[in-house]
Every structure is written in structure tokens, then in C-alpha cells.
């Protein structure tokens, strides 16, 4: 009898390998992480919005504005 595979299940292995890809190259963009992942386009980019918005990943336009604040970080 054939396993099922929840969605869940597949959400969480494909932001895996979005982070994995991310830890290993470092800065990638959303195309970039498409073609290192095999994953589709529409996949990347709820991936990415998700972790933006769990503050997991910061844009890069962010850590500029970060990196220009004078102080104590």
C-alpha cells in the first residue's frame, strides 16, 4: 500500500531545503534558490514570504538600513 504524504509534511521538508540552500550558499535570490532547489516559483515565493514575515530571513534592503544605524547594534 502506497504511503500518503501529507501537505504539512511536504511545506515543512521543502522550507528545509529553501533554508538549507540558504545556510550552505549564503544570500541567494528568489531565482536563485529555484534553480539550486528544484523547487517551482510560486513554492519559493510563499516559502520566502513566510520566513520575512517570521523575520527568519531580512531582505537585503533591510540589513543595509540595519548596518547604517549609528550605536550599539
Known amino acids: 500500500m502506497p504511503e500518503i504524504t501529507r501537505p504539512?509534511?511536504?511545506r515543512r521538508q521543502?522550507?528545509?531545503v529553501v533554508l538549507?540552500?540558504?545556510r550552505a550558499k549564503g544570500q541567494l535570490s528568489r531565482t536563485e534558490i529555484?534553480?539550486?532547489t528544484g523547487l517551482s516559483a510560486a513554492t519559493i515565493s510563499t516559502i520566502?514570504?513566510?520566513l520575512l514575515n517570521e523575520k527568519v530571513l531580512l531582505r537585503l534592503e533591510d540589513t543595509e538600513q540595519?548596518?547604517?544605524v549609528?550605536?550599539?547594534p
Open 70 to 72: 549609528r550605536g550599539r
Open 14 to 16: 521543502n522550507r528545509a
Open 48 to 50: 520566502t514570504a513566510d
Open 66 to 68: 540595519l548596518q547604517s
Open 34 to 36: 529555484k534553480h539550486i
Open 20 to 22: 538549507s540552500a540558504l
Open 8 to 10: 504539512d509534511n511536504i
